[in-house]
């Protein structure tokens, strides 16, 4: 069709536009342009009639990006964050913006709506946002109007990272440090403040069940809540090239919208029942946005399913590649910021990659078993198409991950489902308990939750000790030219043929009976996947529990343990009971 480049070509200007705006963005804007011209021209030869609308297209795309880069621009002059760094010690009232981060013994919290007080004179509202660190010591929470006492000062770069640029793209203009502050009210409920305050009380009753480090990563993996996150399995993630697991992305989307799609697939038979449905899966998901923050890639991925719903009901063929130019161009219009957002980066090319090289890959490997085969494509498609953005941010390439992501990824859907029941039973013991049935049921649900998460960090961290598990590499940003460049001509290539043949496994007219090995592998692999259904996974869990409370019950004895602290010595003493007391910790 004539029309198939006026999409690209308007995203693409859109991008060029706006990294042309931010004034420090010349190089990356002639980088981007490159890289959308060589993929294009390799991928999607045009004819006269398509080049000139991919060209008006581009042109109207760099406008609006300009434009919309231009309206992002950080507030400055008199009634702005900006004017009163300098200026003393003054007295800021402000709402806060989003979750708090820990830091040690503090926390970072970003702040809105602000106004100020000083000596002898009453401020209005300014325009712009504070970044503030606060003690850790005040349990803050989205919504809530705050009052301190502190000096404005502006950002500084630090180990060749332009952090006051990085901060002017949110639309803060100074940071303040506050040894105090006092809570003095709410910004009235709306539907952030009521998410968030549906995730504390989940995240709260998840750690009421499930202990550390485990309690941390489930909520990652559910709510998208990584601060508490050990930095050792941050750490052994990483190396493992497991980040995206703890990453709220549209891996979790798709998970909910299956979920959904099963609990509602009976209503699509009756008689407006279809229409129904959708309306409740749109519901459901746009839901678990605003619970677990409404981050970058999470509405990126929730816009891209609206996407396809929509192509699908309306009667077309729902095109992946599509929804997600037309989610990411939607996301970058009304928030142009998030373009320099690394997990809205990752989550879009690792989304187009999987588009794009997935089937292939796993055409290829034909000979490997399903259950093999299927998650090493999607792995190495999603490294390919986000190698460049991972060695210029990260500065690491892991080589084992293709071998952990078999072993991880098909845990987390069970870890979300774990999660999902152990966080409203335990807030709901914590409110209300019921002696006998409620120990039942949080030692059950927390139980089986640690079970699985406890499963993927002794994997992660198995597959970040084998031997060169990742590589220090680090690359400029332009290297990003020739490598798209040659993804193009791989993609090109690869599907030049059509469509890829089907692997052997599902080819309908192979009539020749398999190798012994291949029967064993297959009725293996059906045995897997009959013992990952819910209703096998939730007793066999409960009979592990069951297993490894039996085998961790007291002695009869007493048991004093020394500690050596740095400081002085603790004691850990154990009871014949089982019950524990630390003295001096």
């Not at 926390?107 to 504070?130: C, D, E, M, N």
């Amino acid at each position: 069709m004539a029309t198939r480049l006026v999409l690209p070509g308007g995203l693409l200007g859109t991008i060029i536009g706006i990294l042309a705006a931010d004034g420090r963005q010349l190089v990356p804007a002639l980088v981007v342009g490159g890289v959308g011209l060589v993929a294009g021209a390799l991928m999607l030869p045009a004819g006269r009639r398509t080049a000139g609308l991919a060209a008006l297209a581009l042109a109207f795309g760099v406008a609006l990006g300009g434009w919309r880069g231009a309206a992002i621009a950080l507030p400055s002059g008199p009634g702005s964050v900006a004017a009163l760094i300098g200026q003393g010690e003054m007295v800021l009232a402000g709402t806060v913006a989003d979750d708090p981060k820990p830091n040690g013994t503090s926390q970072q919290v970003t702040l809105t709506a602000l106004s100020v007080t000083r000596p002898g004179l009453v401020g209005g509202p300014l325009r712009g946002r504070i970044l503030a660190q606060l003690p850790r010591t005040t349990p803050l929470a989205v919504g809530e109007r705050v009052l301190l006492s502190a000096q404005v000062e502006a950002p500084q770069p630090f180990d060749d990272f332009d952090y006051p640029a990085f901060l002017a793209r949110q639309g803060i203009g100074g940071i303040v440090r506050a040894r105090d502050v006092r809570i003095v009210g709410t910004a009235g409920g709306g539907l952030a403040e009521g998410a968030a305050g549906a995730r504390n009380w989940l995240l709260a009753g998840l750690y009421n069940v499930v202990p550390e480090p485990e309690a941390a990563l489930g909520a990652g993996i559910l709510l998208g809540a990584r601060a508490g996150i050990a930095p050792e399995v941050s750490s052994a993630f990483a190396t493992a090239g497991l980040t995206h697991v703890v990453a709220i992305s549209g891996w979790n989307i798709a998970i909910v919208a299956a979920l959904i799609a099963a609990c509602t697939r009976s209503l699509e038979t009756r008689r407006g029942g279809r229409w129904l449905a959708a309306i409740l899966g749109s519901t459901a998901v746009g839901g678990y946005v605003l619970l677990t923050g409404a981050s970058p890639s999470v509405v990126r991925a929730a816009l891209m399913a609206g996407a396809l719903l929509i192509a699908r009901f309306g009667g077309s063929r729902a095109h992946a590649a599509s929804a997600l130019a037309a989610a990411a161009l939607v996301m970058l219009v009304a928030a142009p910021a998030v373009l320099w957002d690394v997990g809205f980066q990752l989550s879009a090319l690792a989304t187009a990659g999987l588009i794009g090289f997935a089937a292939p890959l796993e055409a290829r490997l034909a000979s490997w078993p399903g259950w093999l085969r299927e998650p090493v494509a999607l792995t190495l498609a999603a490294q390919l198409a986000t190698l460049p953005v991972l060695l210029t941010t990260f500065g690491r390439l892991s080589l084992v991950a293709p071998l952990a992501n078999v072993v991880v990824v098909p845990l987390v859907p069970l870890v979300m489902a774990a999660c999902a029941v152990a966080a409203p039973v335990g807030a709901m013991d914590a409110a209300f308990h019921v002696p006998i049935l409620g120990d039942l049921a949080t030692r059950a649900s927390g139980g089986c939750a640690w079970l699985l998460l406890t499963a993927m960090i002794g994997a992660g961290r198995a597959a970040a000790a084998l031997p060169f598990a990742s590589l220090p590499i680090t690359a400029p940003a332009w290297v990003a030219v020739p490598w798209y460049g040659g993804l193009g001509f791989a993609w090109r290539r690869m599907h030049r043929g059509g469509e890829a043949e089907p692997p052997p496994e599902t080819t309908p007219l192979r009539t020749s009976s398999p190798p012994r090995e291949r029967k064993w592998l297959r009725g293996l692999r059906g045995v897997v996947t009959r013992l990952l259904r819910p209703w096998a996974v939730a007793p066999a869990l409960c009979l592990v529990l069951v297993g490894a409370s039996a085998g961790t019950l007291p002695d009869g004895r007493l048991h004093l343990t020394m500690l050596d602290i740095g400081q002085g010595d603790a004691i850990l003493v154990q009871g014949p009971s089982g019950r524990t007391l630390l003295i001096d910790g």
